[in-house]
């Protein structure tokens, strides 16, 4: 009895946690969202999924580092504690929303395993290059990065067609864009996250995503406007929505596609964001915060304990 207790509380404040925070994130990410204008894509769309996954951080912390040690800790183990309606009804809650995570991600893995079958019959595969490019006949997909584990681009042979080899060039190079920023694992967290109201952040981290691998393959103003080119060449072709781990160069809403054409076409060198003075700040004042939370630990299970003692009853 001690462990389950132990198990359905845990869950209850996991869910309690995640919830509230998803609530704070859902109702308030656009204030934030403000403040970042002045960076870049990239360090704007690393901010998003941040944010994003700020609830389930949050939770699993709270969870992990005070809930489980105070009940360990101060809970008595031969006690026959009566156990009230709320925790049930909340880790219950939890143990849903954990395993509808886990079914999105198993559908997600096999609806892309199924779109990858399906593009590899009669593909020539070209493996001279960082990442595999994979040649496929007929029209779509036209461009798409896919797989987590073992990356690889799709290119279709109208696609290949259509282009110039500079336009070619870049538009590949934006493609491993999107394989070294690991957007295809971040998509599969998400599927694992769902949560209402977080549609529109999520759609804010995929679009700046692409601009941020928009960012990645444009070195100067002439691959930008070879970039644009093949974006609107490729516009025109039969669109496809790409599988839920597959990352398109047309990827997104038309509005989001015409946003990146005139970014493009207004091309200037973007300041670097990022500093080493910046990250050893940011490391400083995490270690501070580490050692505030040392001295003051054990002091705050017990406030943990007796604040899960009131959710229980």
Known sequence: MFAARGLMLSLAVFTLVYASVSALVAAGWRFAERSWRGLNAASQADRFMLLRMLPLLSAALVTLIFTIPSFVM?????????????????????????????????VALARTSEA????????????????????????????????????????????????????????????????????NGKKLALCAIA?????????????????????????????????????????????????????????????????????L???????QTHSNRAWWQGAAAGLAVVAGFAVVYSHLLIQVHTATEWLVR
Do not use: Y
């Open 74 to 106: 101060f809970e008595p183990r031969g006690g026959d504690e009566d156990f009230g309606v709320a925790p049930v009804i909340l880790g219950t809650f939890g143990l849903a929303l954990l395993a509808a995570g886990l079914w999105r991600i198993v």
């Open 116 to 183: 990858m079958a399906v593009c590899m019959r009669q593909a020539r595969v070209d493996g001279s290059g960082e990442v595999p490019v994979v040649r496929i006949s007929g029209v779509k997909p036209a461009l798409m990065a896919a797989g987590i584990a073992r990356p690889r681009v799709l290119l279709s042979e109208t696609a290949e067609f259509l282009l110039t080899p500079r336009e070619l060039q870049i538009a590949l190079r934006h493609e491993l864009g999107h394989i070294r920023r690991r957007d």
């Open 195 to 263: 949560f209402p109201g977080m549609s529109r952040l999520e759609t804010a981290w995929r679009e700046m995503s692409e601009m941020a691998a928009d960012d990645a393959a444009v070195a100067n103003e002439c691959d930008a406007l070879d970039l644009a080119a093949a974006l609107i060449k490729l516009s025109r072709l039969a669109p496809m929505e790409p599988a839920i781990l597959m990352t398109g160069l047309l990827h997104g809403p038309a509005a989001c596609l015409n946003a990146r054409v005139e970014r």
């Open 265 to 271: 076409l207004a091309w200037r060198e973007r300041p």
